[in-house]
C-alpha cells in the first residue's frame, strides 16, 4: 500500500502529538490507548483514514474560562462528558463577571469529577469481576 503523502501524515501526526503534550497517550476515562479499535471497519480502511492516535483534548473547565486544563480521552468518552456538561447546564461561554466564570468553572469540575468517579467504579467493579472468575474452580480441579 503506498501513501499518498508520507511526509505530510508524519508531520500532521507531529503536530497532533505536540498539541496533545507529552505521553502517555491514553484515554482518562476508559483507559483506551488506541481508540480507533472500537470502530467496525478493515484494518486497511483504518489506515488509510486515521491517525495513529486517535484522542482528544477536553477543557475540563470550558475552553473559555481556561483553556489550559486539559485531560486525553477518547472520542467516546469526550462525548460522554460533554453530553453530561449539556444535562448539567453548564456555560462555556465566555463571561465578564468573575463570580460566575468561577462558578461556571466549578460546576464544569464538579460535572467531570462525578463522571470521573462513575468511569473509576466501573473500572473497580471490572477488575473484582475478573479476579472473582479467576477463583473459580474449573472443571480440572
Not at 467496525?40 to 483514514?49: A, P
Not at 486517535?54 to 453530553?83: S, Y
Not at 460535572?111 to 477463583?135: G, H
Request: charged content about 25%.
Amino acid at each position: 500500500m503506498i501513501e499518498r503523502n508520507p511526509i505530510g501524515n508524519d508531520a500532521r501526526e507531529a503536530a497532533r502529538l505536540r498539541r496533545l503534550g507529552p505521553g502517555p497517550y491514553l484515554c482518562l476515562f476508559c483507559g483506551l490507548g488506541e481508540p480507533q479499535l472500537l470502530i467496525r471497519k478493515t484494518l486497511g480502511w483504518l489506515e488509510k483514514r486515521l491517525p495513529q492516535r486517535f484522542l482528544e483534548a477536553h477543557h475540563v473547565l470550558c475552553q473559555n474560562h481556561d483553556p489550559l486544563f486539559t485531560v486525553l480521552l477518547c472520542p467516546n468518552c469526550h462525548a460522554k462528558v460533554t453530553k453530561g456538561y449539556m444535562r448539567a447546564g453548564i456555560e462555556d461561554r465566555s463571561e465578564n463577571d468573575p463570580v460566575i466564570c468561577v462558578s461556571n468553572m466549578l460546576d464544569a469540575r464538579a460535572a467531570f469529577s462525578e463522571q470521573d468517579a462513575e468511569a473509576l467504579r466501573r473500572c473497580a467493579n471490572l477488575l473484582r469481576k475478573a479476579r472473582s472468575q479467576s477463583n473459580e474452580p474449573t472443571q480440572d480441579d
